[in-house]
T-cell receptor, first 113, second 115 residues
C-alpha cells in the first residue's frame, strides 16, 4: 500500500545534539512538507519542497534544515540551534493540485532533555 | 499572508446530537480551497471534508457538512448524529489555488463526544 513512513515514532536526544527525522513516501508525490505540532498551536510549517533538489522555508524554519535529494525522501534535521525542539513532528506529501489532498505520516515525537 | 482562526479551543457534545465547529480565515485570494482535518488520539491526520471557494454549494460527506460563507470568510463544520469515534482534534486549513502550496492550519478545536 502507498503511504508515508516516519521513523522512529519516539525519539529522545540530549540537548546540544543534532537529530534527523526520517520521512519516506511511495506515493510518487512531487511535494513534501514538514509541520511541527505543539499543544494549542495547531500545525506550523517548517519547510516544504515542491520538487527534488529544491525547498523553501516555512514560518518556523530557524534551527531546522532539510534536504530533498530523492523524490521519495525528505529528512528533517533538528539542530542544536533550535531553542525548543521538543514537539510532535508531522511529515506530509501531496500530488498536483486540489484533487490530491495532503497525505500525512504518523508523526515523530521528539523529546530533548 | 493567510491566517486561519478557530475560536473554540474545546467543545463537547452528547452522543447522537449535532455540533458545529467554527472557522474563519483571512485572505486576499479570490480562489482557494478549504479543508477540515480530524486528529484522533492516535494522532493520525485524517481529511474530513474539503470545499472549493468558487463552488457555492456547501460540501457534504455523510454526517459531516460545511457552511461556507465566502463574503464573511467563514467555514464552519457541522457534525450530525455525533459518535464516540468523532472525539478528536479538528483543524481547519486553507490552501491557495496554485500547485502544491502548503496548507495553513488553525490552532484546532478539541471535540469530546460524551456517551
Amino acid at each position: 500500500d502507498g503511504g508515508i513512513t516516519q521513523s522512529p515514532k519516539y525519539l529522545f536526544r540530549k540537548e546540544g545534539q543534532n537529530v534527523t527525522l526520517s520521512c519516506e513516501q511511495n506515493l510518487n508525490h512531487d511535494a513534501m512538507y514538514w509541520y511541527r505540532q505543539d499543544p494549542g498551536q495547531g500545525l506550523r510549517l517548517i519547510y516544504y519542497s515542491q520538487i527534488v533538489n529544491d525547498f523553501q522555508k516555512g514560518d518556523i524554519a530557524e534551527g531546522y534544515s532539510v534536504s530533498r535529494e530523492k523524490k521519495e525522501s525528505f529528512p528533517l534535521t533538528v539542530t542544536s540551534a533550535q531553542k525548543n525542539p521538543t514537539a510532535f513532528y508531522l511529515c506530509a506529501s501531496s500530488g498536483q493540485g486540489y484533487n490530491s489532498p495532503l497525505h500525512f505520516g504518523n508523526g515523530t515525537r521528539l523529546t530533548v532533555t | 499572508a493567510q491566517t486561519v482562526t478557530q475560536s473554540q479551543p474545546e467543545m463537547s457534545v452528547q452522543e447522537a446530537e449535532t455540533v458545529t465547529l467554527s472557522c474563519t480565515y483571512d485572505t486576499s485570494e479570490s480562489n482557494y480551497y478549504l479543508f477540515w482535518y480530524k486528529q484522533p488520539p492516535s494522532r493520525q491526520m485524517i481529511l474530513v471534508i474539503r470545499q472549493e471557494a468558487y463552488k457555492q454549494q456547501n460540501a457534504t460527506e455523510n454526517r459531516f457538512s460545511v457552511n461556507f460563507q465566502k463574503a464573511a470568510k467563514s467555514f464552519s463544520l457541522k457534525i450530525s448524529d455525533s459518535q464516540l469515534g468523532d472525539t478528536a482534534m479538528y483543524f481547519c486549513a486553507f490552501m491557495k489555488n496554485s500547485g502544491n502550496t502548503p496548507l495553513v492550519f488553525g490552532k484546532g478545536t478539541r471535540l469530546s463526544v460524551i456517551a
